[in-house]
Structure formats: structure tokens, C-alpha cells
């Protein structure tokens, strides 16, 4: 079985569905996915959860390809407000939600060994390559940041993907170091920054494993679709996610997802009926 990890508020939900359709379309392995959210209304009004009716929604579209696939909603608040309320960095560059895989050790019944994916990530192709590799010794294996490995420092990796050895992390308390950086100083990156700086010891693994620009490539397994810099005809930055449909073709030239995508919006529309 395949565990993954999700955070995000009723938001993610086409982000969710787009991923676990490019998921369970090339995974024969049974996935268990675990969706971290939580209400955070007092910090913006739609900072709402997801809701149990998207998950299960969310289940029915996963067991089309495997009956054993699982969804699981996991509401963490109380455990949010516990460790990160009002904290220096929770309206940092990015939303609070992306501070909730730091509580992945506090909460009951996490396995041992766990891959956090960011919502704007597909699957192209079988995720059990990425999830079979080994992090014996290590808190967790990533990719080099594609900016940050030549901007920061050569060892900085991008945290939309984390294969997680939780019961490394458990020992080494690294989760916990990065909550108490979070509560207590400023961080340019926030979580991502967190983590890197309370590593004791990671994996560094290659490009294909967490894609963070040339979609297209056929020996890729994880493309995520994160904010890029570009520099023609001027600097700027684009920022398109895997369910702007027409954006991603017109923009990334990125066709290796039609299938998916073209499944998603009947999906989606699907939902949208039902609701």
C-alpha cells in the first residue's frame, strides 16, 4: 500500500481530483490517501475545510480504478490552533495549510512511512517508483529546488514532495524542531524553510521525482505545476495548475495530462450536478 498525504481547505478539492485521477490511472498499487484540513475562518473567510461530501466524492472516483483505495479526511484545527495560532509565519508567502504537514507526527495512526504531495502536482507515471525507494537512515527523501539549489544553497529541495520516513522523524524529532522555527522566527519559505533547516540527515533524489518545469518529458513520474520564473520577453513569474486546462495548453504546452484532464472535467461535472 501506498500512503499519501494531502493539505488543503475546500479549495484543493479540483487540485485533489485531478491529481488522484493521474494517480490511480497508472498506479495498480492500493493508495491510502490522507487529507489533512482544517477551519482557519478567523484568519480569512474562506479558509474553510474540505468537505466530507468531496472526499467521498473523492472515494468514489479512486475505487473506479481499485475498490481498496481509500480517502480519509483527517480535521486537525484544534491540533492547528494548539501548536501554530497567531504564530509569526501564519500569513506567510503561502496559506496556513501548508503549515499542517508539520503535524503529520502528532496525529494517531500515521504510518511509518509516508509521501506528501502538494496539491498542484500529476502523476505521470506508476507512483509505486517513487514510493519503493528506500530512506533506510534518512528523515525523508526530495528533489533540488529548482532555483533555490543555485540561489540558497546546493542541498535545497523543493517540499512539494516529501517521501517521509516517519519513524526516522519520530526519533530524530524533526517535525518538532521545524514547529518551534515556525512559531518563533520569521522564515522566508515558511514550512520549506523549516524543514531544510532541521534536517538532520535527507535523501536527495533525482528530477524526475518532482518536475517543476518541462512537463512533457516521458520518463518523469511527478510534475508539479508550481509557480516558475521566467525571464522572456521580460522577468516575471507564471503560475498555472494542472486544472486551468486551457492555460496549461496554451501557456506550458503541456499535453501529457489530456486523458486525465478530459476525465476530470466529467468528473467535475459530476459533481457540480450532484451538489
Not at 515556525?182 to 524553510?193: E, N, P, Y
Request: glycine share 4%.
Amino acid at each position: 500500500m501506498v500512503n499519501i498525504l494531502l493539505c488543503g481547505n475546500e479549495k484543493v478539492f479540483d487540485g485533489a481530483l485531478t491529481q488522484l485521477i493521474s494517480m490511480t490511472n497508472r498506479t495498480e498499487e492500493t493508495v491510502h490517501v490522507y487529507v489533512m484540513t482544517m477551519e482557519l475562518t478567523r484568519v480569512r473567510r474562506d479558509f474553510t475545510p474540505i468537505t466530507q461530501g468531496q472526499v467521498d466524492f473523492l472515494n468514489r472516483v479512486v475505487r473506479k480504478r481499485n475498490p481498496d483505495n481509500l480517502v480519509e479526511r483527517l480535521d486537525v484545527t484544534e491540533l492547528y490552533e494548539q501548536e501554530f495560532h497567531k504564530c509569526v509565519n501564519e500569513t506567510a508567502y503561502c496559506t496556513p495549510y501548508t503549515l499542517l504537514r508539520l503535524l503529520a507526527d502528532l496525529i494517531p495512526g500515521i504510518p511509518d512511512k509516508l509521501l506528501y504531495l502538494d496539491i498542484d502536482i500529476m502523476i505521470a507515471g506508476d507512483i509505486k517508483q517513487l514510493w519503493d525507494i528506500d530512506v533506510t537512515g534518512y528523515e525523508y527523501a526530495a528533489v533540488k529546488e529548482k532555483y533555490g539549489c543555485w540561489l540558497i544553497r546546493p542541498d535545497y529541495f523543493n517540499a512539494g514532495m516529501l517521501l517521509l520516513n516517519m519513524e526516522r522523524i519520530r526519533e530524530t524529532g524533526l517535525l518538532g524542531k521545524a514547529r518551534e522555527l515556525i512559531r518563533t522566527k520569521k522564515l522566508l519559505f515558511a514550512d520549506q524553510s523549516a524543514i531544510f533547516k532541521a534536517t538532520t540527515r535527507k535523501k536527495l533524489i533525482p528530477r524526475i521525482y518532482n518536475e517543476q518545469s518541462k512537463f512533457n518529458k516521458k520518463d518523469t513520474i511527478v510534475c508539479h505545476f508550481c509557480k516558475r520564473l521566467m525571464f522572456r520577453p521580460y522577468p516575471h513569474t507564471e503560475n498555472y495548475k494542472q486544472w486551468q486546462v486551457e492555460e496549461i495548453h496554451k501557456y506550458l504546452h503541456c499535453h501529457a495530462f489530456d486523458e486525465d484532464l478530459e476525465e476530470y472535467l466529467k468528473w467535475k461535472a459530476k459533481f457540480e450536478r450532484a451538489e
